[in-house]
């Protein structure tokens, strides 16, 4: 883990981006249709890296924003309320920190996403919004936690070990 305001930095963007990455891919692949097809995502193709990697060129911006400024907060005071760093697994009490922070960014940067590609992109009335914003909550919690908990956490820590090899 970071143990200084630099290194802070470099795994919040490690994070950030993978993140954001992630999400990107799942969200193109949807909007491409990949769903839908007989056979689901397995049916996506290069092309949706393409698109999602445009995306999370600047989404990548806001997910560092916006954990930076309340997300890894919240989920620091939710992991303090629910475990006990003296008694618990270690393991246990970054899972909880995780839990947390996906369930603050989550909504977040689901109505990041819905105010940016729905009601100023695609022209949707700002009335549709709390809509809009719940169904994007909705498609996005799954994946934003199962992503973060199995893909960009563990990827996050491994590549800030590489780099940081004194904090292991």
């Known amino acids: ?89 270690p393991y246990f009490c970054r899972i909880m920190r995780q839990a947390g922070t996906v369930a603050v960014m989550c909504p977040t940067m689901s109505m990041i996403a819905s105010i940016l590609f729905n009601v100023l992109l695609a022209h949707q009335p700002l009335y549709n919004l709390p809509a809009i914003w719940v169904g994007t909550v909705i498609k996005n919690f799954p994946m934003a936690f199962f992503w973060n908990m199995f893909a960009a956490a563990p990827f996050t820590h491994w590549i800030f070990g590489k780099m940081f090899p004194e904090n292991r």
């Open 1 to 89: 883990m970071p143990k200084t305001k630099m290194q802070g930095f470099v795994f919040g963007l490690i994070m950030s981006y993978a993140m954001a990455c992630g999400m990107e891919v799942y969200n193109v692949a949807i909007k491409e249709g990949f769903n839908l097809n007989v056979g689901g995502f397995s049916t996506m193709t290069n092309q949706v890296f393409l698109g999602a990697l445009a995306e999370a060129s600047y989404m990548g911006i806001f997910v560092f924003l916006t954990s930076n400024l309340w997300g890894n907060r919240i989920g620091a005071a939710f992991a303090a309320r629910y475990t006990d760093p003296e008694k618990d697994n």
